[in-house]
């Protein structure tokens, strides 16, 4: 089993920031991908930035050059740095992990969700 602690969400004026974390506990092994995913009110959810094991990163073009994710293999942590939030950025964000656990088997696993609320 995996268990994924998420917080940082909050609101925020436009123009802010805003640093989501997101930590992974469990029967782990490793970690091979985590990302961060969002559904705006009335969305469908949507994928905001991801990065492998390795380092490599992905942004969701809308967020690209304003957000940034970073893990702490250490710490079996990932966080989601927002700057220069606009109020479409306003969603439910959802950190989500794939693993491989102790018995070897690969397992994704979803966060609770937090809450970002940019105001104009």
């Known amino acids: 089993q995996v268990q994924l602690v998420e917080s940082g969400g909050g609101l925020v004026q436009a123009g802010g920031s805003l640093r989501l974390s997101c930590a992974a506990s469990?029967?782990?092994?490793?970690?091979?991908?985590m990302g961060w995913y969002r559904q705006p009110p009335g969305k469908e959810r949507e994928l905001v930035a991801g990065i492998t094991s390795g380092g490599g990163t992905n942004y969701a073009d809308s967020v690209q050059g304003r957000f940034s994710i970073l893990r702490d293999n250490a710490k079996n942590t990932v966080y989601l740095q927002m700057n220069s939030l606009k109020p479409e950025d306003t969603g439910v964000y959802y950190c989500?992990?794939?693993?491989?656990?102790?018995?070897?088997?690969?397992?994704?696993?979803w966060g609770q969700g937090t809450q970002v609320t940019v105001s104009s």
């Open positions: 469990g029967s782990v092994f490793s970690i091979d991908y």
């Open positions: 989500n992990v794939k693993v491989t656990a102790t018995s070897r088997a690969r397992i994704m696993a």
